[in-house]
């Protein structure tokens, strides 16, 4: 289970993500994604209430990441120590803006 809560402020969308980012919930986030990032030159995804990302999660996150650094910047916040250490495990601490 997976509640996305999106907010549009000017070019700036904010996703905050509750629940768990899986294999069952990725394409609903990714087509949230890909709706929302045609004028965004900022995407902020709060990971407050994420309890859980798979490589799914983390293949739709890759994907963001991708096509922001054409047309702008893209932060991940509030992220937990069990899905921080599952970035550095697999080097996504490297490749993205997480604060």
């Known amino acids: 289970m997976l509640n996305i809560n999106k907010s549009v402020e000017n070019s700036k969308v904010s996703f905050a993500l509750e629940g768990r980012l899986d294999t069952i919930t990725s394409p609903d986030f990714e087509n ?18 994420l309890e859980y990302i ?5 293949r739709v996150l890759l994907s963001a990441h991708k096509t922001m650094s054409k047309q702008g910047s893209m932060k991940i916040i ?22």
């Open 32 to 49: 949230e994604l890909k709706d929302s990032l045609g004028n965004a030159t900022e995407l902020v995804i709060d990971f407050a209430n």
């Open 54 to 58: 798979s490589s799914a999660g983390l």
């Open 78 to 99: 509030n992220v937990n120590s069990t899905i921080m250490e599952i970035f550095e495990v697999t080097g996504f601490a490297d490749i993205l803006d997480i604060g």
